[in-house]
């Protein structure tokens, strides 16, 4: 049986994902890069370590209502954008204005509200010796309790995108701003915050 010439479908960072018709083609296909690659600074393993820690200790403060790992001020801050679920988009946000904004009982401080916040894959690149911007994977489950706290009313759960930016700051690594994307929707997400108005 003669095989199909292989057609690129997507491209993902310059890298055709295509079916490899040869050794050869598989390797032409790993080794296409962006031309601008040589641009990017390395993100060392201290780097990753300590961005890696705040990625966990974001998505958990979430699901466990605890303090927020943001602490940029002044230029170092960047936007808090979850216009996705009708909050605006906020400029120069302060650690105490982001704490503010999450902990909303019309966002996830409503205490009706659980969630669970799954990171997938993540890359990384360092803008600068003191910025670096972050693209993630992510699944952010969300279930809508009954007043009783123990029944289910509706359940929402995003298959997401989300860039974080990170800044040093005193020699440190901190979340500075964020923007999610939804690429789909489970169940019922537009009955989770019910008193925000959530663009899908």
């Given amino acids: 049986m003669a095989m199909l010439d292989a057609k690129p479908v997507l491209t993902f960072d310059?890298?055709?994902?295509?079916?490899?018709?040869?050794?050869?083609?598989?390797?032409?296909?790993?080794?296409?890069?962006k031309s601008d690659d040589s641009k990017d600074l390395p993100v060392t393993f201290e780097d990753y370590q300590a961005?890696?820690?705040?990625v966990f200790e974001w998505a958990d403060s979430y699901d466990n209502k605890v303090k927020l790992p943001i602490?940029?001020?002044?230029?170092?801050?960047?936007?808090?954008d979850y216009s996705?679920?009708?909050?605006?988009?906020?400029?120069?946000?302060?650690?105490?204005?982001?704490?503010?904004?999450m902990s909303s009982p019309v966002f996830l401080g409503d205490p009706l509200i659980r969630t669970q916040h799954l990171m997938g894959a993540s890359r990384y690149e360092k803008t600068s010796e003191t910025e670096i911007t972050g693209h993630h994977q992510i699944r952010a489950a969300h279930q809508r309790y009954k007043p009783?706290?123990?029944?289910?009313?509706?359940?929402g759960h995003g298959h997401s995108f989300v860039m974080h930016w990170y800044a040093k700051v005193d020699g440190q690594w901190k979340l500075c701003g964020?923007?999610?994307e939804v690429y789909w929707n489970?169940?019922?997400?537009d009955k989770i915050f019910v008193q925000l108005k959530a663009k899908h």
């Fill in 14 to 33: 310059g890298v055709p994902n295509q079916i490899a018709t040869s050794d050869s083609a598989l390797k032409d296909a790993l080794s296409t890069k």
């Fill in 51 to 54: 961005i890696s820690n705040i």
């Fill in 186 to 189: 489970e169940h019922d997400f």
């Fill in 71 to 80: 602490g940029c001020t002044g230029s170092a801050a960047k936007a808090i």
């Fill in 84 to 101: 996705i679920v009708g909050h605006d988009r906020a400029d120069q946000v302060t650690a105490a204005d982001f704490l503010e904004m």
């Fill in 148 to 155: 009783d706290g123990v029944t289910v009313e509706n359940r």
């Fill in 178 to 180: 964020l923007k999610p």
